[in-house]
């Protein structure tokens, strides 16, 4: 298994697309903050909007991965017609404005606020991620394009392929982001850094053995010195802290299956279960039992 859907596999994140915009200039569409673990998403599928000081066009993606407040625009918001809501395959909001045409299929991608902290926390307050005339970017403009087909036009089995075509939506998402973005330090950071792949690919293949510096740096053809410096700049964090985090994370997964905390512990390289309790704890704040009857 690839590095990135390894370590897709460790943090699931459930997407849903439950909203369809027509808007004519001039049009405003405020959002409130939403709760940790959900990240609203926007996908402009044709015309322009306006976020912040980011200019956005057909093709393009704004994720606000820790919920964060925000607006979309075109034109004065003063002038901005009001926003009329109809039920359907997705809620369906337009305006009555005669401007420029810009249609947006909104949804939420919903993370584990436990499980899924790690992968939040390497995550930018907002990314955006185009489309439009990038060769790296095809699948996931083809993946919009099925999107928008369903829902403009709903036809039998449109409401199963939306569900189905959205639950890819965050992995394309995450590899054109890797594939276009200078990467903040984090878990992404260290995935973006192609130096250091063998290494957080053998902590993603086999996060109970017991790596030291020097077998990383050896994977990765480093001296110690300057792999760890290098493993430093790209994730804001020490190997060692890393791979406690992958650790727990699959540790994570194991108890989610119903795994005793002994045998879970055992399975992610700690001889002992108390040792295991400890570092679990630390990660998620509660211990592994408490974690598995909340699972």
């Not at 493993?231 to 802290?241: S, V």
Request: glycine share 10%.
């Amino acid at each position: 298994m690839d590095s990135l859907s390894h370590l897709l596999s460790l943090y699931p994140v459930r997407t849903a697309l439950d909203v369809r915009c027509r808007f004519g200039a001039p049009w405003v569409l405020d959002h409130d903050g939403a709760p940790r673990g959900v990240a609203p998403y926007h996908l402009i599928v044709r015309g322009e909007a306006l976020c912040g000081e980011h200019a956005l066009q057909s093709g393009d993606i704004i994720v606000f991965p820790h919920g964060t407040a925000h607006r979309l625009h075109i034109g004065d918001p003063a002038l901005a017609t009001p926003l009329h809501a109809e039920p359907g395959l997705l809620r369906f909001e337009r305006n009555d404005g005669d401007g420029p045409q810009t249609d947006i299929l909104c949804g939420e991608f919903h993370f584990d606020t436990d499980g899924g902290a790690g992968l939040l926390a390497a995550l930018p307050a907002m990314l955006v991620v185009r489309t439009a005339g990038r060769p790296d970017a095809q699948s996931l403009r083809h993946l919009m394009r099925m999107l928008q087909e369903e829902a403009e036009t709903p036809r039998g089995g449109s409401q199963a392929i939306i569900r189905q075509l959205s639950a890819a939506l965050f992995a394309l998402l995450m590899r054109t982001w890797l594939e276009q973005a200078a990467v903040a330090p984090g878990l992404f950071g260290v995935m973006a850094e192609r130096r250091l792949q063998a290494a957080i690919n053998g902590m993603l293949n086999a996060p109970e053995k017991p790596w030291t510096l020097e077998e990383l740096a050896d994977a990765s053809h480093m001296s110690r010195a300057t792999f760890a410096r290098l493993f430093k700049q790209a994730a804001n964090a020490t190997p060692a802290d890393v791979l406690t985090q992958l650790r727990m994370a699959r540790a994570a997964r194991l108890l989610d299956e119903g795994r005793a905390a002994g045998e879970v512990g055992e399975a992610v390289g700690y001889q002992s279960e108390a040792a295991f309790n400890r570092a679990f704890k630390r990660q998620y704040g509660i211990g592994p039992g408490a974690y598995r009857k909340r699972a």
